[in-house]
């Protein structure tokens, strides 16, 4: 699933590059491969390397975002399209099962919210911090979210949107002509690039986690005796990230991925009734609102999942089957039947 996540969004990254050089089918998969083997080998070098980066960029895109609302806000009403609707979509309604499939996107732009936790091992003090941590970019990332989006209503007319494969580059355009379009291009690329090295960054703890503790080959637990990174995880998931790329259109993979992401997190939510039974289990931290929060968006979460099988069978098909796939791995590899290691530090080789 976070190959998939990386490679959508190499996607989106090749398809802004387009806007400058254009770009065939080929050309955007190479150019999205490209940036995830890039991205890849700064992380295979160095843990600081690629976190610097990564805050860089976040702090970038921040700035950025503020910059498109702030112009399109002063500048859009002074548009011809501003709120103005296309024919056949002024009449259109939006039933229950439409704003389903808008959710999926939705939710695939406001991924990675749960990624902090994988760093829980080495957080000073996680039963505060991270709690915090989620809750502060949850909140950051939903409003650049709903500010852009409204931007984007402000500016274009409905029809336009639709259509569009750039819409930040479209609105830019329509504000600022030609020049805005690069701009914001440029901007929406440096975002996605930020996005992806975190992504890249975090992932590969988990694999070397699970390794560890022998849930997955033990060689995926190596550490890079000059770097301290888990080289060997990073490459396995640069070249499925990369196979991805090639194997479908942006729609198709986050329709994949987030369809089969939300199936995990709702099996996480069911979790806690099961963890909660245990006599043994005394968390550090608890969530309020118990059994009320856990059941809701294990609710949620299956209402999106189910409208998705229905309106998408096949992707849906072709993401349960990839993820399936490692059901006969874990047992004809014989994986479920080493013990689990337990350990009480994290590998001090890896930071």
């Not at 080495?122 to 989006?149: D, F, H, K, W």
């Not at 929406?188 to 022998?214: E, H, K, N, Q």
Request: aromatic share 12%; with cysteine; proline share 5%.
């Amino acid at each position: 699933m976070h190959s998939g996540i990386m490679s959508a969004m190499a996607t989106v990254f090749a398809r802004y590059a387009s806007y400058f050089v254009p770009l065939g089918v080929g050309g955007t998969r190479g150019v999205a491969v490209a940036v995830i083997l890039g991205i890849s080998a700064l992380n295979y070098a160095g843990v600081k390397r690629g976190s610097t980066v990564q805050t860089i960029f976040t702090l970038g895109k921040l700035v950025a975002v503020a910059i498109v609302v702030l112009i399109g806000f002063a500048v859009g009403s002074s548009l011809p399209e501003h709120f103005v609707l296309g024919a056949a979509e002024a009449h259109a309604s939006v039933g229950a099962h439409n704003f389903l499939l808008a959710v999926i996107a939705g939710l695939f732009a406001f991924g990675g919210w749960h990624v902090v936790t994988y760093t829980a091992e080495e957080t000073v003090q996680p039963e505060r911090t991270i709690p915090r941590a989620l809750t502060l970019g949850i909140v950051i990332v939903t409003s650049c979210y709903v500010a852009l989006n409204a931007v984007y209503f402000f500016v274009l007319p409905m029809d336009r949107i639709l259509k569009s494969t750039r819409v930040a580059a479209d609105a830019a355009t329509a504000l600022l002509g030609a020049p805005g379009g690069a701009a914001i291009s440029g901007l929406v690329m440096f975002s996605v690039f930020g996005a992806m090295t975190g992504s890249i960054l975090a992932a590969p703890r988990v694999y070397f986690a699970m390794a560890r503790d022998g849930l997955l080959f033990k060689w995926m637990s190596q550490v890079h005796p000059r770097f301290h990174t888990p080289h060997r995880a990073i490459v396995l998931q640069a070249i499925w990230a990369s196979v991805l790329v090639s194997s479908g259109t942006y729609r198709q993979l986050f329709t994949r991925v987030i369809f089969t992401e939300w199936i995990f997190f709702a099996l996480m939510a069911a979790g806690l009734f099961m963890l909660r039974k245990r006599p043994d289990y005394r968390p550090v931290y608890r969530v309020w609102g118990f059994p009320w929060v856990p059941g809701i968006f294990i609710a949620a979460s299956t209402i999106i999942v189910v409208n998705r099988m229905v309106s998408e069978p096949i992707d849906s098909l072709v993401g349960l089957g990839i993820v399936a796939a490692g059901i006969p791995v874990y047992y004809l590899t014989g994986l479920n039947a080493r013990p689990a290691a337990r350990h009480d530090q994290y590998d001090a080789a890896y930071h």
